[in-house]
């Protein structure tokens, strides 16, 4: 059974509906992701499972029971937001003791479990400070030992890593990824950014327009993306149509293609990353290859973009810098068998 479930949700602000029959299934010990751009309904979803607002429709269901309308200071879970809001007037002692004290813990218990959460965080030692006095980082971390001290059934975040640079970012993920580890509680984690989300996750759910398009492993939905908003989401850029003929499938342009990982059905969006395409000079024959030629090329560091126009659309490819080609040289694209992804349509 699973810990936690949402059940044909319907949810958002007065007239204004965010989740329609939304649908969530969290495993015990998972750590779960809810990715999605911004204003597509993550926040809201977190709100919900917390307690800080009720559904309109449909039940969350916890360990077995029904906790629709049991109020925020009833259910044990812990959050780490954006915005740290720890208390400023208080040592970091005194916030991460807070939820203990609210709980009435015996102070010399109370003092072992705030030093251990705090040594989990590497930040002992730092239990005089106020918080003005420390680093963003070093405030998530009290942040995240505040919410972690009451031992929740369940640890919610929401974008708890936005406002940090881009290197401690990094590191704070796998900090986090380890402390849920080491600890085995369950996590739901909400985020915009694509890699963090990859790299943290059991399983990943991907929001749109109020619902979930896929949840999966991280490895599954970069691999095998189930529509096309999602494998844009993955990185692909390249979309074209195409037609099963006589066993073989083809583009509009009546071109062959092969591919390895075959679908059933006989019409398909296929898509390609632009890494995953190869470029040769001129107009060469092979399997799986189309002409094209140079439209834009955008020189971005480690590799150049092209911008290539084909019999069956626009391509954007990126390549090393060994080759370079010129706008309006004629080039072959090959699209690999093993790198074409199909989408049933
Ligand atoms: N308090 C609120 N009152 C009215 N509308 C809101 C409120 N909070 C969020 N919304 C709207 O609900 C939608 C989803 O918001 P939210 O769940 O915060 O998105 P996300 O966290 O994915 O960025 C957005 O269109 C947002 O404008
Ligand atoms: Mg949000």
């Not at 072992?112 to 989990?120: G, K, S």
């Not at 150049?304 to 040289?329: H, K, L």
């Amino acid at each position: 059974m699973a810990l936690l479930e949402l059940e044909h949700i319907t949810a958002g602000y007065e007239k204004n509906i965010i989740l329609r029959d939304f649908n969530l299934k969290v495993e015990r010990g998972q750590f779960v992701s809810l990715l999605g751009s911004s204003g597509c309904g993550k926040t809201t979803t977190l709100r919900l499972i917390a307690g800080f607002s009720q559904p309109n429709e449909g039940r969350i269901v916890f360990d077995g029971k029904d906790i629709t309308h049991v109020p925020l200071h009833r259910r044990n879970f812990g959050f780490v937001f954006q915005s740290y809001a720890l208390f400023p007037h208080m040592t970091v002692f005194d916030n991460v003791a807070f939820g203990l004290k609210m709980r009435k813990v015996p102070k010399e218990e109370m003092k072992r479990r705030v030093m251990e959460m705090l040594a989990l965080v590497d930040l002992t030692g730092f239990e005089g400070r106020y918080p003005r006095e420390m680093s963003g980082g070093q405030r998530q971390r009290v942040a995240l030992a505040r919410a972690m001290v009451i031992r929740p059934d369940l640890m919610l975040f929401d974008e708890p890593l936005s406002n940090l640079d881009a290197k401690l970012r990094v590191k704070m993920r796998v900090e986090i990824r380890r402390i849920q580890q080491e600890l085995g509680f369950t996590a739901i984690y909400v985020t915009h950014d694509q890699e963090e989300c990859f790299a943290i996750s059991d399983q990943v759910a991907i929001m749109n327009g109020g619902v979930i398009e896929q949840m999966d492993s991280p490895a599954h939905i970069f691999n095998s993306p189930n529509t096309e908003f999602i494998a844009r989401f993955v990185g692909f850029e390249n979309f074209f149509n195409l037609t099963r003929r006589g066993g073989a499938l083809q583009t509009e342009s009546g071109l062959a293609l092969k591919v390895t990982r075959e679908v059933s059905g006989d019409r398909f969006r296929a898509c390609i990353r632009p890494e995953d395409v190869v470029l040769y000079p001129g107009d060469t024959q092979g399997e799986n290859r189309i002409e094209g030629e140079v439209l834009v090329t955008t020189f971005l560091g480690r590799n150049i973009q092209y911008n290539v126009r084909t019999a069956i659309g626009e391509f954007v490819i990126r390549a090393g810098q060994e080759q370079a080609y010129s706008v309006g040289s004629r080039v072959s694209l090959e699209l690999s068998a093993n790198k074409i992804i199909l989408i049933r349509s």
